[in-house]
């Protein structure tokens, strides 16, 4: 397949209100196993609300503002994203109300929150600079899988490097956009809902600690960010230098962090490499 058409499909699948669907589907399903075991009726509650207040409402004003403009549906001038923002902060927020009043789960409660708060600092970053909404839609559903997932919630960062290429390749964002809209997305979700947890005082039981959310965060990444920074700086030997970074990083997540954290760093490795050589001559 052309590589600006496979670029294209993974970016489509992957705008926000999209990608959340089948990202909050698995969160939806791992909040409604209890000790009696599996809640249908809280999983139907849970899904409705994420479904409504996480994607249609969301997608359904940015195809009616790029209808409207007259562009596309990713709403490529940076201007003309703030209205769906804006939407978009207000819908997540009725979520969270809706959550909270009916007292659905505190998880969700929280993490609706979180992506109302991360909309706002989007918004921000959009009014100077066209930071990745992909990227950012894509680290945060994830962030709340390590939390609840672990190792098995961290596999999904591995669509992070796959990502950045399709949004650089596609012209949509720099490099430097589209790393940082997954680094937010990633951080913000997970220190946030520990934030909103304690804040509000709804205890969440069996999530992963903080520390070992965060190492799994830099796990995914980390090889990222190197191959990000290799491509702006100037060095007669990038490939040397990259080698060297990965050895440094390798050791010190095999000697620091747990095991599924070193995993993790491999397979994110693997998949950044790939694609860097898959990309073009200018990435590798």
């Not at 894509?138 to 669509?159: D, M």
Request: proline share 5%; with cysteine.
């Amino acid at each position: 397949m052309d590589r600006l058409k496979l670029a294209k499909k993974i970016s489509d699948i992957s705008n926000p209100p999209i990608i959340c669907i089948p990202l909050f589907l698995i969160i939806c399903i791992t909040l409604s196993f209890t000790p009696e075991g599996f809640d249908l009726n809280r999983f139907i509650s849970l899904e409705i609300v994420s479904l409504i207040f996480a994607s249609v409402l969301p997608m359904a004003i940015i195809l009616f503002w790029a209808k409207k403009l007259g562009t596309d549906k990713d709403i490529s001038n940076r201007q003309d994203r703030l209205i769906p923002l804006i939407i978009g902060i207000v819908s997540y927020f009725i979520g969270f109300l809706v959550c909270l009043i009916f007292n659905l789960d505190n998880f969700m409660t929280c993490l609706l929150l979180c992506y109302s708060v991360n909309t706002g600092i989007v918004l921000l970053f959009t009014t100077r600079w066209k930071i990745s909404v992909h990227t950012t839609g894509l680290s945060g559903p994830v962030g709340a899988l390590i939390l609840l997932l672990g190792p098995i919630g961290a596999l999904f960062g591995l669509i992070y490097p796959i990502l950045i290429w399709s949004r650089v390749l596609l012209k949509k964002h720099t490099l430097a956009q589209a790393i940082s809209g997954g680094v937010q997305g990633f951080f913000l979700t997970v220190l946030e809902m520990y934030l909103y947890i304690n804040m509000l005082n709804l205890p969440v039981g069996g999530i992963l600690s903080l520390y070992d959310s965060i190492l799994y965060i830099l796990a995914i990444i980390a090889t990222p960010v190197v191959l990000g920074i290799l491509s702006y700086i100037k060095t007669s030997r990038p490939l040397t230098v990259f080698v060297l970074s990965e050895i440094i990083m390798a050791f010190i997540f095999f000697m620091m962090a747990p095991s599924g954290v070193f995993l993790i760093f491999i397979l994110t490795s693997l998949v950044s490499v790939s694609v860097s050589f898959y990309a073009s001559d200018d990435l590798i």
